[in-house]
């Protein structure tokens, strides 16, 4: 701008002193004022488009900054991310990268231009080389989050994984624990007369020998499985009962009916199972 005004001046003095419009130095000042006027517009203008590439590429970094703010604290956060937390933070990701690859053509642009400018526009230098840093760095940091999402992500797996064996396991044990608890509390109990028990081993004896319980060579498969817990009636359809098992007295009873048949109840349930698990009933 200097020149420029100098060069005014000149012409000034030169036209001031004599008419020589026509003259062949007066149109040389005058196109050397021309080219003067051309090169510090197109300065100006080149200036002009680079800060407003450089306010662009600043307010992107802003967005990548709120973005990456986002991302780091859901993934700071213990536990599972609900699903709408998980897309949001996966729109992040995908803004951050769209950003990025925006700032790096302008920014691209942006080092062609300073590269080949003129000293008008030398204080731009370290504002370009801040942007290019800072691109650097948000790159650096879009890694890093990625990579603390899958860490995080593996974690998870690995713990629901650690649940689900957790749970397997639970299960198979409380399995067992059913097991033995229905083993704790099963009883058998078989009726039938005295043919019929011998017939199945349960009973020996006969003509001139004493009846008695043949418990470690009897039929296992003729008698009812029960849960002691619930049954404590046992309907006989008969009138007469005889109680060859060993149970303690005062534990059960023989009950006749209105119908004259029996029932035989079990009066004291932990007691009456104490000594043996085969109930054997002799009816007529």
């Not at 300073?114 to 030398?122: A, D, H, T």
Request: charged letters at 25%.
């Amino acid at each position: 701008m200097k020149k420029i005004g100098i060069l005014f001046f000149v012409i000034g003095l030169i036209v001031s002193c004599t008419n020589v419009r026509e003259s062949k130095e007066y149109k040389e000042l005058q196109a050397q004022r021309d080219s003067l006027l051309q090169q510090s517009a197109g300065t100006e203008a080149e200036a002009a488009e680079m800060m407003a590439v450089i306010s662009e590429v600043e307010e992107n970094f802003t967005k990548i900054r709120e973005a990456e703010k986002y991302i780091s604290t859901q993934s700071a956060e213990g536990g599972e991310m609900s699903k709408a937390t998980r897309e949001r933070v996966n729109d992040n990701f995908k803004m951050i990268n769209e950003i990025l690859q925006r700032n790096k053509t302008q920014l691209d642009e942006l080092n062609r231009k300073y590269s080949g400018s003129s000293k008008e526009i030398v204080s731009l230098k370290n504002t370009i080389n801040r942007l290019n840093n800072e691109m650097r760095e948000s790159s650096t940091r879009l890694a890093e989050l990625q990579a603390q999402l899958a860490q995080k992500d593996e974690q998870i797996t690995q713990l629901s994984q650690d649940i689900a064996s957790l749970a397997v396991e639970a299960e198979q044990q409380s399995h067992t624990i059913r097991e033995q608890d229905r083993s704790l509390h099963t009883a058998y109990y078989v009726f039938g007369t005295a043919g019929e028990l011998k017939d199945q081993k349960i009973l020996s004896g006969g003509f001139l020998q004493q009846t008695r319980v043949l418990q470690d060579t009897f039929n296992k498969d003729y008698f009812l499985k029960i849960d002691v817990r619930e049954v404590t009636e046992i309907p006989l359809y008969t009138s007469k009962g005889k109680l060859w098992s060993t149970h303690p007295e005062g534990t059960y009873e023989f009950v006749k009916g209105s119908d004259g048949n029996l029932t035989f109840q079990i009066t004291d349930t932990q007691r009456f199972w104490s000594l043996t698990k085969y109930l054997i009933i002799e009816v007529n």
